[in-house]
T-cell receptor, first 115, second 112 residues
Framework: DTEVTQTPKHLVMGMTNKKSLKCEQH?????MYWYKQKAKKPPELMFV???????INESVPSRFSPECPNSSLLNLHLHALQPEDSALYLC??????????????FGDGTRLSIL | GENVEQHPSTLSVQEGDSAVIKCTYS??????FPWYKQELGKRPQLIID?????GEKKDQRIAVTLNKTAKHFSLHITETQPEDSAVYFC???????????FGTGTRLLVSP
């Protein structure tokens, strides 16, 4: 069964805090993604990891720092965020990032609020 | 890069009616087109996808059609039910690259 698990579900942090978002999948997928979604907008790609290596960074500010410790885990480290960074952060995974094995499956997201 | 446009932005139908959502894409090299359903406060959920080597795909009440020449694809939902109410996103990707590009979304409301 397809399942991508994200923690925490909600996060409130101040602009000077450091926090991390976590994503886990046990489907053997080798591509993992971070998206940012604002209200009433489509998901916006931030990062792509393929075989545990960063392959796409969509010009994301350095206050967002991704990390892929192993093929099942993906983290997003947050530091010195701005109020406009408040959004739903979605993790997704797929068997591969290109080619035939594409369908991306999303987690439930972390709803982030910056005070 | 790829650009995907989606229409309409809002669609209201009566239960039992059909609903059609249309998307156009700009990159003729795009060859993979998924559709996602997102209920309020929930994850985008893949409901159907199509590749450019087929013109139509159906799964129960949901079908997707693809016109490669015109660079557009459509989602068709028949016999709509209130639980079909959600935001639907189309997307396109060139499978030689790693980026999936989403349309702007359609809010579908099915009234009992």
């Amino acid at each position: 069964d397809t399942e991508v698990t994200q923690t925490p579900k909600h996060l409130v942090m101040g602009m000077t805090n450091k926090k991390s978002l976590k994503c886990e999948q046990h489907m053997g997928h080798r591509a993992m993604y971070w998206y940012k979604q604002k209200a009433k907008k489509p998901p916006e790609l931030m990062f792509v990891y393929s075989y545990e290596k960063l392959s796409i960074n969509e010009s994301v500010p350095s206050r967002f720092s991704p990390e892929c410790p192993n093929s099942s885990l993906l983290n997003l480290h947050l530091h010195a965020l701005q109020p406009e960074d408040s959004a739903l952060y979605l993790c997704a995974s797929s068997q591969d990032a290109q080619g035939l094995n594409l369908p991306q499956h999303f987690g439930d997201g972390t709803r982030l609020s910056i005070l | 890069g790829e650009n995907v446009e989606q229409h309409p932005s809002t669609l209201s139908v009566q239960e039992g009616d059909s609903a059609v959502i249309k998307c156009t894409y700009s990159d003729s090299a795009s060859n993979y087109f998924p559709w996602y359903k997102q209920e309020l406060g929930k994850r985008p959920q893949l409901i159907i996808d199509i590749r450019s080597n087929v013109g139509e795909k159906k799964d129960q009440r949901i079908a997707v059609t693809l016109n490669k020449t015109a660079k557009h694809f459509s989602l068709h939902i028949t016999e709509t039910q209130p639980e079909d109410s959600a935001v639907y996103f189309c997307a396109g990707q060139n499978t030689g690259f790693q980026k999936l590009v989403f349309g702007t979304g359609t809010r579908l409301l099915v009234s009992p």
